[in-house]
């Protein structure tokens, strides 16, 4: 109400006021008071709404609104989809909305089992029969959502690629890499330096590089030819190897060991993929047999192997988190957060168990969270069987639930599912994280069997185990798989048999 004491208004003699009410309100905050009580009960709505329901003009109600906003009470947006106008509402109101759209959107989800998430997983990867992708287009697509997951260097192109991308091409890779557009290397820096074909490296999109790389481990313990390369890169720039060996005057056996070092420690990486094929090629073993022979002789080297492109120091992460022109970038830990959404559609801490270069939960938690409130992505339980908290990608919700009605039509019409074998060291070796029972070593000589999502064998050091309640003649077409080490069963499952 507005003060009886003001031109226009007769106050009612027989009215008795009590006492501590204020009688001297100013039009102005007459109508700030009567607007902040519509907007305690209305939720969102707009200037032209609420003029029209507390029969004032619009601009009163505006810059009523213009006075609340100030004074942090209401907050402006667009919180209707429909609603093309900006809208007002109570901040209070407007978190009590936001709490219960969350927990309606938490409860529409049913969980699904374990083996439903992985039967999903291997879809989402690529892995299953019918879901690999094509070109050059699909060999980034991969890419993409593998980045930062390092895993030995000879099973990227043996395994890891070949599986997911169909007639993979090795140019395609080369290209990217010569490019720019892809890096190999580490991302864990001050991590193994043990320079062979077991050596765990990642290929990361180049613009993904400084957030999903991680400060060292450790101090640095390289030898001395290694610090005298890495000094040469740091001040030359990327460089090829007989320039490298001119500069540093070293014998051009001991640069590539110095090399290798540094590519181990997370320091420097190549042009081209063709050094880590050089790495994990049976030829490199023989080579370097003969460089010891010749030297035991007495011998001196007359060259090195050929690995073709430059040489160059991968810098540290930016700490500033700013681009060329002064613009934010997203934090590492962000990157991270979205990165491991990428790669699993659905993120909870047990999958954090194979992500070695990953940040921890505590850090990752309060970013999902916040990631929820924007609507970005979807919190609940989506998982049977997982403790904490859970979150995923809008679109994986529904395919979820997609593909829970998928596996219902198959089990009605009595169709088999095809059975996938891959290497222990792939991301989606779940075993004893999403199934119970002891992991199965992350090694690149282990394997893993899958049947409709359900894990039924194994191969570890040379010994392989297969799921005893298997019918007899699949227990034998995965057996001879885990010993071939063949990644799929599409010739023995043809898709849809």
């Given at each position: 109400m507005v003060s009886a004491s003001r031109p226009g208004f007769t106050a009612n003699p027989s009215l008795t006021i009590p006492a501590g009410i204020r009688t001297d309100w100013s039009a102005s905050e007459g109508w700030v008071q009567l607007v902040r009580g519509r907007m305690e009960i209305v939720g969102p709505t707009t200037v032209e709404r609420l003029a029209q329901d507390l029969g004032l003009p619009n601009h009163v109600v505006e810059?009523?609104?213009?006075?609340?906003?100030?004074?942090?009470?209401?907050?402006?947006?667009?919180?209707?989809?429909?609603?093309?106008?900006?809208?007002?509402?109570?901040?209070?109101?407007?978190?009590?909305?936001?709490?219960?759209?969350?927990?309606?959107?938490?409860?529409?989800?049913?969980?699904?089992?374990?083996?439903?998430?992985?039967?999903?997983?291997?879809?989402?990867?690529?892995?299953?029969s019918g879901k690999q992708v094509y070109g050059r287009d699909g060999l980034l697509t991969v890419i993409e959502k593998l980045q930062g997951f390092e895993i030995p260097a000879v099973l990227w192109e043996q395994t890891i690629l070949p599986s997911r991308v169909a007639e993979y091409n090795p140019r395609w890779l080369d290209d990217f890499c010569l490019s720019g557009e892809v890096v190999w290397g580490r991302v864990r820096t001050g991590a193994s330096r043990d320079a062979s074909k077991i050596l765990p490296i990642t290929l990361v999109l180049r613009e993904d590089l400084d957030?999903?790389?991680?400060?060292?481990?450790?101090?640095?313990?390289?030898?001395?030819?290694?610090?005298?390369?890495?000094?040469?890169?740091?001040?030359?720039?990327?460089?090829?190897?007989?320039?490298?060996?001119?500069?540093?005057?070293?014998?051009?056996?001991?640069?590539?060991?110095?090399?290798?070092?540094?590519?181990?420690?997370?320091?420097?990486?190549?042009?081209?993929?063709?050094?880590?094929?050089?790495?994990?090629?049976?030829?490199?073993?023989?080579?370097?047999?003969?460089?010891r022979h010749i030297q035991r002789r007495g011998i001196k080297p007359f060259g090195t192997m050929s690995h073709g492109g430059r040489w160059w120091e991968i810098k540290s992460t930016d700490k500033d988190h700013h681009d060329d022109v002064g613009a934010p970038l997203a934090a590492p830990i962000e990157i991270w957060a979205h990165?491991?959404?990428?790669?699993?559609?659905?993120?909870?801490?047990?999958?954090?168990?194979?992500?070695?270069?990953?940040?921890?939960?505590?850090?990752?938690?309060?970013?999902?969270?916040?990631?929820?409130?924007?609507?970005?992505?979807?919190?609940?339980?989506?998982?049977?069987?997982?403790?904490?908290?859970?979150?995923?990608?809008?679109?994986?919700?529904?395919?979820?639930?997609?593909?829970?009605?998928?596996?219902?039509?198959?089990?009605?019409?009595?169709?088999?599912?095809?059975?996938?074998?891959?290497?222990?060291?792939?991301?989606?070796?779940?075993?004893?994280?999403l199934t119970t029972g002891a992991k199965v070593p992350a090694i690149a000589t282990n394997a893993v069997a899958y049947l409709g999502g359900r894990y039924v064998g194994h191969r570890v050091a040379g010994e392989v185990w297969v799921d005893p309640k298997l019918d007899h003649e699949t227990a034998r077409k995965i057996e001879r798989a885990l010993h071939s080490g063949r990644p799929h069963f599409d010739s023995a499952y043809p898709s849809g048999e």
């Open positions: 810059s009523s609104l213009g006075a609340l906003e100030a004074e942090g009470y209401v907050l402006r947006g667009h919180f209707d989809p429909d609603v093309t106008d900006i809208q007002w509402c109570a901040r209070r109101l407007l978190a009590r909305i936001h709490r219960l759209t969350l927990d309606s959107l938490r409860r529409q989800m049913e969980p699904v089992a374990p083996e439903e998430l992985t039967r999903f997983l291997l879809d989402w990867n690529h892995l299953s957030g999903l790389r991680s400060d060292a481990v450790g101090p640095d313990d390289l030898g001395s030819d290694a610090e005298q390369v890495l000094s040469t890169l740091r001040s030359r720039g990327a460089l090829f190897m007989n320039e490298i060996v001119s500069l540093t005057r070293l014998l051009p056996t001991l640069v590539e060991q110095a090399l290798w070092e540094l590519v181990a420690a997370g320091r420097v990486s190549g042009d081209g993929f063709g050094a880590i094929r050089s790495l994990t090629s049976p030829m490199r073993d023989r080579a370097q047999r003969m460089r990165q491991l959404l990428a790669r699993y559609g659905v993120f909870f801490r047990d999958l954090l168990a194979r992500e070695d270069a990953a940040p921890s939960w505590q850090d990752l938690l309060p970013i999902y969270r916040r990631m929820e409130s924007r609507g970005e992505i979807r919190g609940g339980r989506f998982i049977t069987g997982v403790g904490g908290e859970q979150f995923a990608l809008p679109e994986v919700v529904d395919l979820l639930r997609e593909n829970r009605r998928v596996q219902s039509d198959v089990g009605a019409t009595g169709r088999s599912p095809v059975p996938i074998v891959v290497s222990a060291a792939d991301p989606m070796n779940l075993v004893g994280i």
